[in-house]
């Protein structure tokens, strides 16, 4: 069974930084797309990042502040993320996909989730 369990995340003034880890067990893979997605409330759920085959990918409004790295060794995925604005305040969530032969593939579905941790920003 595939298991994806986020922390890591917390408050902290903006201008702050944060890591997230999501510890994934049941499920090991070089050609899956791991994200991190967020969602605030009232708010449509948005991807932030995404890891495929080393690369990362980032949504324009976090380019330059957030880092999406992976350890394969501990089947770890991270989200450095520093500068931190209160409109990054959302609940954020890791998920995986099973393999995928085209990073594309990463901008649609995936099909697993972590449960979320909360990242609150204030200013």
């Known amino acids: 069974q595939v298991q994806l369990v986020e922390s890591g995340g917390g408050s902290v003034q903006a201008g702050g930084s944060l890591r997230l880890s999501c510890a994934v067990s049941g499920y090991t893979g070089s050609r899956n797309c791991m994200g991190w997605f967020r969602q605030a409330p009232g708010k449509e759920r948005e991807r932030v990042a995404h890891?495929?085959?080393?690369?990362?990918y980032y949504h324009d409004s976090v380019k330059g502040r957030f880092t999406i790295s992976q350890d394969s060794a501990k089947n770890t995925l991270y989200l450095q993320m520093n500068s931190l604005k209160p409109e990054d305040t959302a609940m954020y969530y890791c998920?995986?996909?099973?393999?995928?032969?085209?990073?594309?593939?990463?901008?649609?579905?995936?099909?697993?989730w972590g449960q979320g941790t909360q990242v609150t920003v204030s200013s």
């Open positions: 998920a995986a996909t099973t393999v995928r032969y085209s990073v594309s593939w990463c901008y649609g579905d995936y099909d697993y």
């Open positions: 890891i495929y085959a080393g690369g990362g």
